[in-house]
C-alpha cells in the first residue's frame, strides 16, 4: 500500500488545525453574507489558537469603528478643558502644566466660541531662555492652530481616515444647531481598536483612590469593591459585583460613555475614561446631605 505524501502530511495534522480547517472549509464554501459571518470566522480562529486574545480584541475593535459615530467615543462639552484666548501667558502656563495634556482648544466668550487649538509645545520657549526671543513677545494669536469640526453622527472609521490624511490629531465636535457638542483626539480613536492607552498623566489609573478635595475622588474602575467600602466607610455588596466598575455598570443598565453620572446612595459616580468594552476610570462625588 503506497502512503503518499497526502497521506503523511494528514497523519501530522493536529486535531486542532484540522478542526480550524474543516470549519474554514465550510464557511468558505460560501462567501461571508454579514458581519456575524465574519465574527463567527474570528471567534474560530481564537479558540483553535490562531489568534490570541489581543489580536481578536483589536480586530473586533476594527470593526466597532464602522458601527460607532464620533458622539459615542467624543469627550463631553462638560468634560473639555480648555483655555481662554483672554488668560495671561501666566495663568495658561499654568493651566497647561496642571492639565498635561498636549493640545487644548482656546475659546473666545463660550465654548460654542473655539478660535484655534493650542499646541503644549509651543509654549515651551516662554519657560526657556531662547537666545533671541523675549517674552513680551508673546501673542497667543501667533500660536493657534486652526480647528478642525466635524458633526456627531461622523462615522469613527471615517474620522481616523480624516486624521491621517490632514495630519490632525484633535477635532472639535458640533451638534445639530452649530454649537461644541465636545471633542475627539485620534487618542480616542485609536483606544476603540487597540484598548486604553496610558500615558505619563495617566498616574491616577495606577492608584486606586485618589483624593482630589474633601468631597471629589478618582477612583479606578477595577477598584475591588471591599476596598472601596473600607475608604468610604460604605456597604456596597462584594458578593455580587467585583469591582466598583462592575457596581456602576449594573446601575447604568448599560455601558456608560465617558461624561455619563450615576447616584448611587450618598456617592455620584461621573464616568472619566470608559471605552467599549469596560469603565476605565470614575470621579466619585461625597454628598454633602
Known sequence: ?????????????????????????????????SREDLMGLLQAAREDNLLDSDAADMIRGVFDTSQLQVR???VPRAQMIVLEQTWSLDRLLREVVEAGHSRFPVIGDSKDEVVGILLAKDLIKFT?????????????????????????????????????????????VADEYGGVAGLVTIEDVLEQIVGQID??????????????DDRHYLVNGLTPVGEFNRYF????????????????MHGFGHMPRR???????????????????????????????
Not at 157 to 168: Q, S, Y
Not at 199 to 212: G, P
Open 72 to 74: 459615542d467615543i467624543m
Open 128 to 172: 526657556a531662555n531662547v537666545p533671541g526671543f523675549e517674552v513680551g513677545t508673546y501673542d497667543l494669536r501667533r500660536w493657534l492652530r486652526p480647528a478642525v469640526f466635524v458633526p456627531e453622527s461622523k462615522r469613527v472609521n471615517v474620522l481616523l481616515k480624516d486624521f491621517r490624511k490632514g495630519h490632525n490629531h484633535m477635532a472639535i
Open 259 to 289: 461624561g455619563e453620572s450615576l447616584r448611587i446612595d450618598r456617592f455620584q459616580f461621573n464616568v472619566q475614561r470608559a471605552d467599549s468594552r469596560r469603565v476605565h476610570l470614575l470621579q466619585v462625588a461625597l454628598s454633602q446631605t
Open 233 to 248: 466607610n460604605a456597604d456596597f455588596s462584594d458578593e455580587e459585583f467585583d469591582t466598583v466598575a462592575g457596581l456602576v
Open 199 to 212: 500615558d505619563e498623566f495617566d498616574e491616577s489609573e495606577s492608584a486606586h483612590i485618589l483624593k482630589q
Open 1 to 33: 500500500m503506497n502512503d503518499g505524501p497526502s497521506s503523511s502530511s494528514s497523519a501530522k495534522q493536529s486535531p486542532g488545525s484540522a478542526g480550524w480547517w474543516r470549519r474554514l472549509t465550510q464557511r468558505m464554501a460560501r462567501s461571508p453574507q
